[in-house]
């Protein structure tokens, strides 16, 4: 397990921008793959991004918009978050799993750890 601690949330005009950071604990950050997920109000938790070794994806919803990037010296996921809309508002977590293939992962269940979460809120 790798304790891994969200920042960057916020309430932000819708248009803006937000930078999230995900923190990790782990000298071997590396070795994991990491996702950001997002859960609004009575919803299911939802896929965002994800990145591993060399290369990330992202979910239909945010693609053009957010970018995920991972600093394995700072052992730190940056998810940038441009040309936000009220349908973004959400908890936004990250979650740690070691990688163990070359397939990218979109399932909660899929990682076994995961931080607290972030409210990000965009007005309208």
């Known amino acids: 397990q790798v304790q891994l601690v969200e920042s960057g949330g916020g309430l932000v005009q819708a248009g803006g921008s937000l930078r999230l950071s995900c923190a990790a604990s782990?000298?071997?950050?590396?070795?994991?793959?990491v996702g950001w997920f997002r859960q609004a109000p009575e919803k299911e938790r939802e896929f965002v991004a994800t990145?591993?070794?060399?290369?990330?994806i992202l979910a239909d919803s945010v693609k053009g918009r957010f970018t995920i990037s991972k600093d394995n010296a700072k052992t730190t996921v940056y998810l940038q978050m441009n040309s936000l809309s009220s349908e973004d508002t959400a908890v936004y977590y990250c979650?740690?799993?070691?990688?163990?293939?070359?397939?990218?992962?979109?399932?909660?269940?899929?990682?076994?750890?995961w931080g607290r979460g972030t409210q990000v809120t965009v007005s309208s």
């Open positions: 990145i591993g070794w060399s290369g990330s």
């Open positions: 782990t000298r071997t950050f590396s070795s994991y793959e």
């Open positions: 979650a740690a799993r070691l990688i163990t293939g070359t397939l990218y992962h979109t399932r909660p269940d899929d990682f076994s750890s």
